[in-house]
């Protein structure tokens, strides 16, 4: 069966193509903002918002958004990073994004995007990102081992993606720091709560950050997760079709 998954993969192949023949080259110096050491000292559960104009399971979100007055205010309402999508084919997101919102605010910020090769993660770095998610439903363990090397070699905190226990056990072993639970199943779209909850009781005692994922609507959500154990949530639709997005901010701050 081909899943939604696959077909962004195979999307993301042709672009990263054109990419290496652009051969633009990526030189730049700079430091990147940890994310990690800003949750370790936190006395609140971290927030990454994330910037989401489209998604393939959700349709249009937020066309009319202007990605850098978004993340201001999710930084000025107590974020600790935000997520720029940057995927364009099913997400609407652009490269474009992710550069303005980091000129504008002083937080962290995620290159949300679907990284199968060293080239995008140049770019990321290049482009001002300090968090780079890697997915383990898209990678082998030679593919994520890789990347995430290259990752940490650039001085960027990496966000590993997982799903289930199968997933949760390579993040474990190639010692990821900051692991993402998707609570969102890629293959089918699915979001359940739960899938925290479940891998929580099993591995939360494993020394990394653990990050809720997707789904997430409320406070009462964010007090359940935190009682799973996560330590930071990542959450973007609710927040992009917020009406008083300020206010969404600040009810999903809770202390730990
Ligand atoms: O909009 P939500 O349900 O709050 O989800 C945010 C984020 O978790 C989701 O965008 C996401 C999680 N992992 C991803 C991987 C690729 C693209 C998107 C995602």
Redesign the pocket.
């Known amino acids: 069966m081909t899943t939604i998954l696959d077909k962004i993969i195979d999307k993301k192949r042709e672009e990263v193509a054109l990419l290496k023949q652009s051969a633009l080259s990526y030189e730049t110096d700079r430091t990147p903002v940890s994310f990690y050491d800003r949750v370790v000292s936190s006395k609140t559960m971290a927030l990454i918002s994330?910037v989401?104009r489209a998604?393939p399971s959700k349709g249009d979100i937020n066309l009319g958004v202007d990605p850098v007055e978004q993340a201001k205010i999710y930084a000025d309402n107590g974020a600790d990073a935000v997520?720029v999508?940057t995927?364009t084919p099913f997400?609407k997101g652009t490269m474009d994004d992710l550069k303005a919102v980091k000129a504008n605010i002083p937080i962290p910020v995620l290159n949300?995007d679907?990284i199968i090769d060293e080239v995008q993660i140049d770019r990321a770095y290049a482009s001002g990102g300090d968090i780079i998610?890697l997915?383990a439903a898209a990678l082998n363990d030679e593919e994520m081992n890789r990347l995430y090397r290259h990752s940490k070699e650039h001085g960027l905190d990496v966000l590993v993606?997982v799903h289930d226990e199968a997933e949760m056990e390579r993040a474990l072993k190639m010692e990821a720091n900051i692991i993402?639970i998707?609570n969102?199943n890629?293959h089918t779209f699915e979001?359940n709560l739960s899938t925290t909850e479940r891998l929580l009781r099993s591995y939360g005692k494993e020394n990394a950050i653990f990050v809720s994922?997707?789904?997430?609507k409320s406070q009462e959500d964010a007090i359940r997760l935190k009682e799973a154990g996560a330590k930071a949530l990542?959450?973007?639709?609710?927040l992009m079709r917020a009406g008083n997005v300020a206010k969404a901010v600040r009810s999903l701050k809770v202390d730990l």
């Open positions: 994330e989401k998604s997520s999508l995927d997400f949300k679907f998610l997915i993606e993402g998707n969102r890629l979001t994922e997707s789904g997430i990542l959450v973007g639709e609710t």
